[in-house]
């Protein structure tokens, strides 16, 4: 039987009948070949953690490129040379300067992105030769999501590799370095030579594979192949493949019976110009645009070319534009009309035509009748460009929520052809939009009334406007903004359009500021980091990388979902209800089980113990939370049981067979605080209340109102994940958890069996920011439930769809105030009252945190402030990086923000005249960032910059914040110190989750004992040497471990004491054996409870600069300067990484991280797809951060403060300044500043666009 080749790091491989049409190129380097320093989160190629390099030889030359190993098929791989991370350097053969260079830029927090950072970036030298500055490689990383870090520090690592970097880089001095260090005994030694890649020397023409799972595999090398393969098959069931991209923008749930591979037709590549540019189908998007830059330098009817390359630059992200093609992204938008294909945008709007071939004839079709084509058995071959002369002009625009890597929420291009003879007289116009509905895409009356008019006057520009609101078709697009905000946008485009064309003579310098695309237009971004350090003191407040960063960057950090497969293994995914509430009447798994290779379907009577994953026997708990649901339906998806099966993706497909029969409830789910205050008042408890302890007299203003806030997906990028096995005792269990302790106790309870019998050990998590507190146990006690059960291995690595539906997330909560205050606008009463969303159930003290948070820096003497806890029919809520004090930290400051803005007073003033006196920190740093940051005379530039300009706003905001450590911890320490050596081990009950804890216990442990820090190793958490422990979050976990860590090292060292005076002044090495020898007990513990805490409050202040764009709501930050106090920092390079990893989530938070959920509940932005968290280009342009100066924390370990989650909270004066953007445009179209309007939830495009509200009538030449 035929077979594919290739090689993977120089080792060769082969599949054919042994694989399943579902195999990825990840799925065979991480399982097939135990190449686990690939990851993958999204599998959709929306996160950049699958990417590896590869090679392939074409006729020309041989190419290197980066792809999504998630996205390729194995079998799709023939005559490629794969390279993965580990080819690139490992400990044994030495690290790659790559990977040097992002280890020690402190590129790496939780580290589970860092080897696809690293690929992506290998990638791309490879690709252009090592030439590249450094615009073009911040312009290049839209593939990759980081969450923790914040981008800065990864951008300046690799930005050190440009040709125009400003210092000589420090990795590098040959560029033999950079080469890999491929091993596996193919190596030749001379690594410039694996990209040298022998075409593959198919003796077969056609390869033909009967695939494990019975659908059969074709390559083909011509067209007239595929149809006689159709021909022969039948075309009843087929699918061409080409990049195989597409399934990451619309999902293929199980593959056609026949599948041909498409990428060796030579036909469907290449170009030429006859006297149209005549593009091959099967050109990936990256050959099209670099054929694009070819012909538009070469021809001038071509030089159009150059804004199609520009707008192709949006365009997904360069791994997807490597093998994504022009043909499989016109099919997507065949297949799915409502997909805002860019590619058919710009073929429909510039009068391309497309070439369709089937068996009988070959015709020539405009890309709107495309859409109506039957294709079955038809084949995309060519796209034809016309040549357009000087007297067409083109303009598209694609608007998005974030910077990069985001399909459009609308696009929209224009192509004007001009009368030569009578200026700015329209001969021709196509006006194309994506991303209104399924079949509009011109504005044909537009179009029409333009013909014969002169396009540059206000008149006609009016006229348009009025024909275009009248005409656009705008439908609901689950899952996308509405369409009233479409609509407006679109509008707004067509405007932006005209600007961009109009001879700039003509056109009122006010308006100019709506021509530029803030996509296009974004300079290169700078940082600046500045801290004190005391080298007396080193290494503890020693700006040190990470202690795993190395390991990290080279993907040899072990993440659960890394342990090898087991044999018999199984794994698993949830069945969910898919009602809203109800109750269950019948599940029935019999369709599941009946596919090949599912095993079992578990549901509530299988639970031999209690049915929650959730222990009560962890304090704090309040109630069970069943794992599979018994009789009723408390939210949309939420799980009834488990399919397991012998494979991930037969779980996931298995899942969707069972059928379930609900009674469903008459009235639908109640989604919001607002919902359940109105229609069911009994689910609103009050928690605690806190009254006032005096009241000003001075009242000159009285403001009311009502603030609602939504949800965050934690978006770690380790999903929730756990490994179980069967062992001689009882079970072995290896999650991804924050809480080793609580899941240990909810698995016992759920099996009922004893803890001992449990063996429980976690390494580290791939990011966790709350969701492995508690919502990874769903996964964990699901997982040791089928082990239990079928006394097998299990794996279970929930999807980020099942993730995002099922699991609880940041809670909303709701703010009613009603606050007096004089004309200073100090607050003379306010009465506070807070609502807190747990979800179905109220389990977790989520509200707890948020009461000492809410007057965070404020005099609260006055406030009178209630909390309420309200259940709602969605998920449980959790966790969420800064849990209670994120949003209430953020509404006090709200209230702050409304006084200034009724009383038009100075948004800072208000807030320093309301300043608690117990928050001398924070005056003292917020006068050095008013000096620092230029306060007052940025703010006039600001405000000049209003005044001058009418579709461009910017605004300068500030926030402060005071947040309060809680003191709930409890972790058992261990140091033990082998006597051959002096080496150390440390065991503690934290967790590193990317905050860098055991670097910062191994730097107090080696300076208590004043050893160097390799000296130590920090192990594993297991629940046999680290019992009973707290949890790893609220940002004290690692102060505490600190803390007992220097216990166990004054314990030790008091018993080495005597000994050291006796041996005068020996080494380190030979005390410790000499302590041996003399039966010295050279292992020490120390247990930190609440009685070693004290707690404390960080303070810290920032400003945010921001542009806003009134046409289409997109935004950049133009500026943050944030200073915090962090007390003595342990390791400063670490704090400032939390602070700016910390404050970028909170950016996501206010800006695009918007989720959309639909009346039933059910969550419809649950993908990569949809689901928007900010990537590189969305930090701020000029981000600095300051750590305060000289300060100690008496009360904490060596002088540090909390760091990870205070900075997540001052975010809020990016929506600030967002507000102050949109209300400057608010007043250009007359109404004041000082009235207040509401933004609930983030400022997204939407947001941004409909409170802007600019009308109509204002979109003008002059
Ligand atoms: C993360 C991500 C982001 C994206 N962002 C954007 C975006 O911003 N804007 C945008 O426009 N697109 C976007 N896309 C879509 C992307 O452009 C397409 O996935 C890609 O172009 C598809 O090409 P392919 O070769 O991989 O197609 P494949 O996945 O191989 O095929 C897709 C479909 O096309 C059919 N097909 C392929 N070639 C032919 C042919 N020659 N004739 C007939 N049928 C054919 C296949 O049978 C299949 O049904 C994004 C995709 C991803 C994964
Ligand atoms: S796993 Fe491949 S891009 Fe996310
Ligand atoms: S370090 Fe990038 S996601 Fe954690």
Redesign the pocket.
Known sequence: MDKITFSVNGKKCEVGGDVDSDVSLNDYIRERLNLRGTKYMCK???CGACIVAVSTADDTAPRVFSV?SC?VSVTSCHGWQVTTVEGLGDRRRGYHPLQRALAEHNGSQCGYCSPGWVMAMYGLLESSDYNLTQRQIENSFGSNVCRCTGFRPILDAFKTFAKDAPKPNEYVTDIEDLTCRRGGGDCTGDCRDWCIVQKPNDEAKIIKIKLKDNRIWYRVKEVKDIFAILEQEGDDSY???????????VPVFDFPRVLID?QPVEE?KGYYVDQNLVVG??S??TNFMDIMLTVAHQEEEFGYLLKLHEHLD????IP??N???????????H?QPT???????LLESTGAVLTIASKESVTEVLPEQFLHLN?TG????HVKLPPLSHNYEFVSF?V?PRSQ????SVNAAFLYQFDPHRPNEVVSARIVFGGLSAYFTHASHTEQLLIGQNLFTNKVLQEALHTLELELKVENIAGELTPEYRKKCALGLFYKGLLTIIPQQSLKPWYRSGVSDLRKSRPLSKGTEVYDTNPDIWPINEPMPKVDALIQCAGEAKYVNDLPTQQDEVFCAFVTSDIGTGVIEEIDPSPALKLPGVIAFFSAKDIPGINSFVSLKQAGASANEELFADKIVKFYDQPLGIVVADSEKLANRAALLVRVKYRQDKHGPLLTINEIREQDPSRVNLYVAIPARDRGSNVRKVISDCHNLYWQYHYSMETLACVTRPSDDGIDVFPATQFPSWTHLSISDLLNIPQNRINLEVSRCGGAYGNKISRGHQVTVACALTTYLLNRPCRFVSSIQSTLRSTGKRNPSTRDFEVGVNDLGEIQYLEYHYYADNGYVVNEPLIGFAGPAIRSCYDSRRWSIKTFNVTTDTPSNSFCRAPGTFDTIALTEYIMEQISYVLDKDPLEVRLNNLSPNAPEVNEMIQTLVKDAEYEKRKKEVKEFNQLNRWKKRGLRVALMRWPAGVIVDYLVTISIYHGDGSLVVKHGGVDIGQGKNTKVIQVIAYTLNIKTDKVKVKPTDVASNPNTSVTGGSTSTGAVCFGAVKCCQIILDRLAALREELNNPTWEELILNAYLRGINLQASYRVTPNDITIHRSGGAAFAEVELDILTGEHEIRRVDIIEDVGTSLNPEIDIGQIEGGFVMGVGYWTSEHQIVAPSGEVLTDR??NYHVPLAKDIPIDFRVQLRRNSFNPTGVIGAKAVGEPPTTMAVCVAFALREAIAASREDSGIPQTQWFNVDGPYTLEANVLKANAHLEEFLFN
Do not use: P, Q
């Open positions: 959709e190629g929306g999504n996205l699918m061409l493949v080409n990049g195989n991209t597409g399934k990451g923008a498409i469907l189908a099967g990936t998007l949006l365009v997904a992200h997807v534009r093998i994504g093609t022009i043909a499989g992204n016109l099919m997507l938008k297949r997909f805002s294909s860019d590619v058919y945008l294709m038809k084949v995309i071959t694609k998005m890597n985001a399909h459009a990569t797809w």
